[in-house]
């Protein structure tokens, strides 16, 4: 016998580990995760070479446990369906090249590779390890994660970007026609430690997706950030990813416009609702530009195309007046991402970039770029 473990904890930390496992890998060991031991935790871990998930959990050993690969999705459904509560693990073969699963009757039989082939991880000297709240950093992640360019020419904007300082650590996304900003304050962290120390680094997009979903419903969440690695550790499982190793553009900040002088605040859903239908105008043509008319305590939408025009009204609290166009689904997006009842539109000027944030918040917000349309709402 190598190990039994309890089949719904075993079943737990499969389905989270399979989640990096590409079962069409062209890299057969990589269809598989790997299990060790580590006094009396089993360590299941699987990778794709970019990212790690691991996973932990207790076992009872035998003897005759070694290191050992194994097909991902076949172990995973033979737990899931197992008929006991317990799932016991032994060699079998003349020179232990298959491991044999056994649950009562049941047994699943799978060749096996040698643990040590298995590929690893290995993060830089000097890591820099704190905790903070998962639930934060999980919101921060996906609020942002949406602005990210997918554009493979700018890899240095193709990700996430985490960048501590005094005021706490900024999580920032953008494509260059839009930059998401959420900052995390000191507050949220579990100890008193230097966040302007942590090292400036950019997640892979699609890896902050996955901090932010194994960190969702978290209290705390225990991070290691070095200069090629980061980690993400709730509970017994940990996420490891590779870091963009292209500069995230040092001058973001500047992108977020100053002397904001004009600011409307309006109901978040109400301007959602009707930049919705306003947009219908122009669905069918693929267009989404929209005019913004601010009037003092108003404001109308209008849209047009060649198939039509529509026009909507709402209350803003707002002194001046002015017209400005935005594209319609940026600012859907970013409302999406914005949990707060009313908002603030705040800009300079009419052809310059405004800003979409919570009322009265100045550090959570959208910056996004002026867009020019070829008509007027007079005209």
């Given at each position: 016998?190598?190990?039994?473990?309890?089949?719904?904890?075993?079943?737990?930390?499969?389905?989270?580990?399979?989640?990096?496992?590409?079962?069409?890998?062209?890299?057969?060991?990589?269809?598989h995760v790997?299990?060790?031991?580590?006094?009396?935790?089993?360590?299941?871990?699987?990778?794709?070479?970019?990212?790690?998930?691991i996973?932990?959990?207790?076992?009872?050993?035998?003897?005759?446990?070694f290191?050992?690969?194994?097909?991902?999705?076949?172990?995973?459904?033979?737990?899931?369906?197992?008929?006991?509560?317990?799932?016991?693990?032994a060699?079998?073969g003349?020179?232990?090249?298959?491991?044999?699963?056994?649950?009562?009757?049941?047994?699943?039989?799978?060749?096996?590779?040698?643990g040590?082939?298995?590929?690893?991880?290995?993060?830089?000297e000097?890591?820099?390890?704190?905790?903070?709240?998962g639930?934060?950093?999980?919101?921060a992640?996906?609020?942002v994660?949406?602005?990210a360019?997918?554009?493979?020419?700018?890899?240095?904007?193709?990700?996430?970007?985490?960048?501590?300082?005094?005021?706490?650590?900024?999580?920032?996304a953008?494509?260059?026609?839009?930059?998401?900003?959420?900052?995390?304050?000191?507050?949220?962290f579990?100890?008193?430690?230097?966040?302007?120390?942590?090292?400036?680094?950019?997640?892979?997009?699609?890896?902050?997706?996955r901090?932010?979903?194994?960190?969702?419903?978290?209290?705390r969440?225990?991070?290691?950030?070095?200069?090629?690695?980061?980690?993400?550790?709730?509970?017994?499982?940990s996420?490891?990813?590779?870091?963009?190793e292209?500069?995230?553009?040092?001058?973001?900040?500047?992108?977020?416009p100053?002397?904001?002088d004009?600011?409307?605040t309006?109901?978040?859903?109400?301007?959602?609702?009707?930049?919705?239908r306003?947009m219908?105008?122009?669905?069918?043509?693929?267009e989404?530009g929209?005019?913004?008319?601010?009037?003092?305590?108003?404001?109308?939408?209008?849209?047009?195309s060649?198939?039509?025009?529509?026009?909507?009204?709402?209350?803003?609290?707002v002194?001046?007046?002015?017209?400005?166009?935005?594209?319609?689904?940026?600012?859907?997006?970013?409302?999406?991402?914005?949990k707060?009842?009313?908002?603030?539109?705040?800009?300079?000027a009419?052809?310059?970039?405004?800003?979409?944030?919570?009322?009265?918040?100045?550090?959570?917000?959208?910056?996004i770029?002026?867009y020019?349309?070829?008509?007027?709402?007079?005209?």
């Amino acid at each position: 016998m190598m190990f039994t473990v309890e089949k719904s904890r075993f079943a737990a930390i499969l389905a989270e580990v399979d989640k990096v496992v590409k079962p069409k890998n062209t890299i057969p060991i990589l269809q598989h995760v790997v299990f060790e031991r580590r006094e009396d935790t089993l360590i299941v871990r699987g990778s794709d070479l970019d990212v790690e998930m691991i996973g932990e959990l207790p076992a009872e050993f035998g003897p005759g446990f070694f290191a050992f690969t194994c097909e991902s999705r076949s172990i995973l459904e033979f737990v899931r369906s197992a008929p006991t509560t317990e799932i016991t693990a032994a060699a079998v073969g003349s020179e232990r090249q298959f491991v044999s699963f056994t649950s009562g009757r049941a047994r699943l039989r799978l060749p096996i590779l040698p643990g040590g082939d298995f590929p690893r991880l290995e993060p830089a000297e000097n890591a820099f390890g704190f905790r903070m709240s998962g639930a934060a950093l999980s919101a921060a992640l996906s609020a942002v994660a949406y602005a990210a360019s997918n554009d493979i020419s700018r890899p240095q904007i193709c990700g996430v970007l985490l960048e501590g300082g005094e005021d706490g650590l900024s999580v920032v996304a953008t494509d260059g026609k839009r930059l998401e900003k959420r900052l995390l304050p000191p507050e949220l962290f579990a100890e008193d430690i230097e966040i302007d120390q942590i090292p400036r680094v950019t997640l892979p997009t699609e890896s902050a997706l996955r901090i932010a979903k194994l960190a969702a419903d978290a209290d705390r969440c225990e991070l290691s950030v070095a200069s090629n690695l980061m980690a993400a550790r709730v509970g017994a499982v940990s996420f490891v990813t590779k870091l963009i190793e292209d500069i995230f553009p040092t001058v973001w900040r500047r992108v977020i416009p100053e002397g904001l002088d004009i600011v409307a605040t309006l109901g978040r859903d109400h301007f959602e609702a009707a930049l919705s239908r306003v947009m219908i105008a122009n669905a069918k043509a693929g267009e989404g530009g929209v005019w913004l008319v601010l009037t003092p305590g108003a404001m109308a939408l209008h849209a047009r195309s060649q198939d039509g025009d529509a026009v909507d009204q709402m209350e803003c609290d707002v002194d001046t007046s002015i017209s400005f166009a935005i594209i319609g689904s940026q600012a859907i997006e970013a409302l999406n991402r914005i949990k707060a009842e009313r908002i603030e539109i705040a800009l300079a000027a009419p052809d310059a970039a405004f800003v979409l944030r919570p009322a009265r918040d100045r550090e959570n917000l959208v910056t996004i770029m002026p867009y020019r349309l070829s008509w007027r709402p007079e005209e």
